[in-house]
């Protein structure tokens, strides 16, 4: 399955701790969506990158988070000073361009104890 | 705010039942899609709708896109227990970022009984 891969699938930090989520895109695409959900809930937005670049980080709290797409190597969304409302799943999205449709990872359930 | 409201937000039905999913906003879109999620995995597409007043099947599944591109419907004839699920509906707002970047609705959790 040459799929969206995102790791882990789960991840366990204690308050204060940093996470990090990774999400390598479907071969051939260059953008990338990572979308929040919480329990029983649609997917928030958070942010979207295209290689290198970080095109709209409007529904990304501005303090503690962050976002990566290098050049090499897969998108990174890290987590500092964790809290418990943090837990969520996180899912990755990629599409070959910005209007296609998207195509999800099965998600990061971060749980913060 | 809730741009995309959905509803139902829980449907329990019997095998063979039909349904009808609906999303409403005061919002046009450029496009809607409509999405499927099994617990512990992500989104899968079902379909996009880009037209005013399309209908699109698939199979069982019938896609309506309001005429204003502000509303859809997704409506499920004679359901089956593998139908169960959350439901997802989502689009990008006409005169955003064009971004791509999705709005969703909250979802519609159904669950098919045998």
């Known amino acids: 399955n040459a799929g969206v891969m995102q790791n882990p699938r789960h991840l366990v930090r204690r308050r204060g701790q940093e996470a990090r989520l990774r999400c390598s895109p479907m071969k051939g695409h260059s953008h990338v969506y990572w979308y929040r959900q919480l329990p029983e809930e649609g997917l928030k937005f958070m942010v979207y990158l295209q290689k290198e670049n970080i095109i709209d980080e409007s529904g990304m709290p501005k303090e503690r988070f962050s976002a990566e797409f290098p050049k090499e190597g897969p998108s990174i969304l890290r987590i500092q000073q964790v809290v418990r409302g943090d837990s969520a799943a996180y899912f990755c999205a990629s599409s070959p361009t910005k209007n296609s449709p998207l195509h999800f990872g099965n998600g990061t359930r971060l749980t913060v104890t | 705010t809730q741009l995309l409201e959905q509803s139902p937000q829980f449907l329990s039905i019997q095998e063979g039942e039909n349904l009808t999913v609906y999303c409403n906003s005061s919002s046009v879109f450029s496009s809607l899609q409509w999405y499927r999620q099994e617990p512990g995995e992500g989104p899968v597409l079902l379909v996009t709708?880009?037209?005013?007043?399309e209908v699109k099947k698939l199979k069982r599944l019938t896609f309506q896109f309001g005429d204003a591109r502000k509303d859809s419907s997704l409506h499920i004839t004679a359901a089956q227990p593998g139908d169960t699920g959350l439901y997802l509906c989502a689009g990008e707002v006409v005169g955003s970022s064009n971004t791509g970047k999705l709005i969703f609705g909250q979802g519609t959790t159904l669950q098919v009984k045998p």
């Open positions: 709708v880009v037209t005013g007043g």
